[in-house]
Nanobody
Framework: QVQLVESGGGLVQAGGSLRLSCAAS????????MGWFRQVAGKEREFVAA????????YYTNSVKGRFTISRDNDKNTVYLQMNSLKSEDTAVYYC???????????????????WGQGTQVTVSS
């Protein structure tokens, strides 16, 4: 059984920073990709960033490039999202997801993810 546990959300002023963490449990679990999505009430879940576990290749949506950084800790099976220069439009529930397996899947497509965390609220006040 694989579980993803997120932490690090909260309330921050515009221009501030937050760091989200997502730890994947399961001793033998090795993700192919891990990613972050966000969702605002009434809207679809939106891709934010992803990392391929082997090689560390990273992917970002355009609106966060230069402000957010995704990273991973292989030993801890943990992915991080460092969010800087936060804007009010970054306010959302942020979800961590994981893709298992060893063949290519689109890390920007929420339907490709096999596991999801419970979500953590990020609120940016202007």
């Amino acid at each position: 059984q694989v579980q993803l546990v997120e932490s690090g959300g909260g309330l921050v002023q515009a221009g501030g920073s937050l760091r989200l963490s997502c730890a994947a449990s399961g001793r033998t679990f090795r993700p192919y990709y891990m990613g972050w999505f966000r969702q605002v009430a009434g809207k679809e879940r939106e891709f934010v960033a992803a990392v391929r576990w082997s090689g560390g290749y990273t992917y970002y949506t355009n609106s966060v490039k230069g402000r957010f950084t995704i990273s991973r800790d292989n030993d801890k099976n943990t992915v991080y999202l460092q969010m800087n220069s936060l804007k009010s439009e970054d306010t959302a529930v942020y979800y961590c997801g994981a893709i298992s397996g060893s063949y290519y899947r689109d890390p920007g497509d929420a339907s490709e993810y096999d596991y999801w965390g419970q979500g953590t609220q990020v609120t940016v006040s202007s």
